[in-house]
Nanobody, 124 residues
């Protein structure tokens, strides 16, 4: 069982930046690919970014490419999401997820463990 705890969300003006954190309880964190997803009110949960188990490969949704950066520190059991040039459409609850794989995926059903989410609100 893997527990994931997100933090770093908050209220920011359009054009601003936030850095999200996700700390995992897994002793074998470096065997998990990690992903970030988000869900806005009234919308389905959607993929944002993913990173492979050692961080060598990353994958982004088109809507965030060039603005968001996913990274990880396996020594700290932590995955990050650096979000720059935020726009109101980025407002959502952001979720961290883990998948036991040496690959990298963007599908919600691919991930085995989920955090409780952290709220990001971007004002115009």
């Amino acid at each position: 069982q893997v527990q994931l705890v997100e933090s770093g969300g908050g209220l920011v003006q359009a054009g601003g930046s936030l850095r999200l954190f996700c700390v995992a309880s897994a002793r074998t964190f470096d065997r998990y690919a990690m992903g970030w997803f988000r869900q806005a009110p009234g919308k389905e949960r959607e993929f944002v970014a993913a990173i492979s188990y050692r961080g060598g490969n990353t994958y982004y949704a088109n809507s965030v490419k060039g603005r968001f950066t996913i990274s990880r520190d396996n020594a700290k059991n932590t995955v990050y999401l650096q979000m720059n040039n935020l726009v109101p459409e980025d407002t959502a609850v952001y979720y961290c997820a883990a998948e036991r794989t040496y690959g990298i995926n963007g599908g919600i059903s691919d991930y085995d463990y989920w955090g409780q989410g952290t709220q990001v609100t971007v004002s115009s």
